[in-house]
């Protein structure tokens, strides 16, 4: 009986080994050079939309599987649309919004040179997109810009959130936004 408990001790903290070797892990399955994401910003000739003045295209391409979250920073920018039918993957809007997340976008912006005017209060709309691997094209429509705010700082962060029992493996990217508008 006692070699039998020995067995089962054995395997037990041989159980608990491989488990604290998996989450102590020191790579995230997912990197931010694993998406690319090209986003142009121009006037909407989209048919089938509802006055929309504005439309952020996105083509993003994921090489690998992992949560993520985009959040566009356009200034002056005001009430978004998101039309299902645009789209060939759920883009969607007003994603749970994870504060740790937001916070990383934020920073992230803070930390890019010739960014201003970025605080911890700086409204930045959530959209999570397919987890998996593969290639979606997504429209955001826009009704209204402030024409006092400048078109020539426009951004897209992309935030990948994961944690493991000891390590936070998060990263945040910042995409710039090419302006079709032309300047204002």
């Known amino acids: 009986m006692e070699k039998r408990n020995r067995r089962w ?3 037990l903290i041989l159980l608990i080994a491989a488990l604290i070797l998996l989450n102590s892990r020191s790579f995230s399955f997912f990197a931010p050079d694993e998406i690319d994401i090209a ?7 989209t048919p089938g939309t509802n006055g929309e003045k504005y439309v ?4 993003i391409t994921k090489n690998a599987w992992g949560n993520t979250t985009i959040y566009p920073y356009l200034p002056g920018f005001g009430a978004v ?5 645009q789209n060939n993957t759920p883009l969607n ?4 919004l994870d504060q740790g997340a937001k916070r990383l976008a934020i920073s992230k912006l803070k930390q890019e040179d010739g960014i201003e005017g970025v605080t911890e209060n700086t409204d930045l709309e959530a959209f999570s997109i397919a987890s998996q691997k593969g290639s979606y094209q997504c429209k955001i429509f826009y ?3 402030n024409g006092s705010i400048p078109m020539d700082r426009l951004y897209i962060v992309c935030v990948h959130k994961e944690k493991t029992l000891w390590k936070d493996l ?3 990217k910042v995409i710039p936004v090419k302006n079709e508008l032309g300047k204002r």
């Open 170 to 172: 998060s990263w945040a």
């Open 93 to 96: 809007s007003r994603a749970r």
């Open 9 to 11: 001790i054995g395997l």
């Open 81 to 85: 649309s998101i039309y299902e039918s």
């Open 56 to 59: 952020l295209e996105m083509e």
């Open 143 to 145: 009704f209204e810009h």
């Open 39 to 45: 986003a142009r910003l121009k006037a909407n000739d």
